[in-house]
């Protein structure tokens, strides 16, 4: 049950069953989420709600947008410091200077596990949403 206190994530991918399962895999985790099919459509969004976002999780290739992924994760970190972000992609390897400082990248396809030990770096205790702090390593 998701309350004022529950944290929102941000999943930009253009495959839809991609960001369903991230979305289920994020709601399990304690978060609220907004889903963007684009680069484009993840900047507005954070542009409404950026404030209230606590993690961005991105795919690095996402057409027919000009900019990838890694262009919108060192865009959020320029303009939303506070938001964590996790990097996704099946294809693309990050280059040094593709992903901002304290971003963290996994490769498809990835499990639910995957998702949440990444988080567990990712995340200082405090930030933690309740399911996250209550794993059992």
């Given amino acids: 049950m998701s309350n004022d206190l529950t944290p929102f994530a941000l999943i930009a991918d253009d495959d839809a069953l991609i960001r369903m ?10 978060y609220r989420v907004h889903e963007a099919a684009n680069v484009e459509e993840a900047l507005s969004i954070l542009g409404r709600a950026g404030e209230s976002i606590q993690l961005l999780f991105t795919d690095v290739q996402m057409p027919p947008s000009e900019r ?22 099946g294809q693309a390897k990050p280059s040094p200077g593709d992903m901002p400082d304290g971003a963290v990248f996994i490769g498809k396809p990835f499990s639910a596990e995957v998702v949440y030990e990444r988080l567990e770096e990712l995340l200082p205790d405090g ?6 702090k209550r794993r059992v390593r």
Wanted: with cysteine.
């Fill in 68 to 89: 990838n992924g890694f262009e919108l994760a060192r865009q959020c970190a320029k303009d939303w410091p506070h938001i964590k972000i996790l990097v996704a992609s």
């Fill in 21 to 30: 399962d991230v979305a289920h895999i994020l709601e399990d985790g304690g």
């Fill in 127 to 132: 930030e933690k949403p309740e399911p996250l």
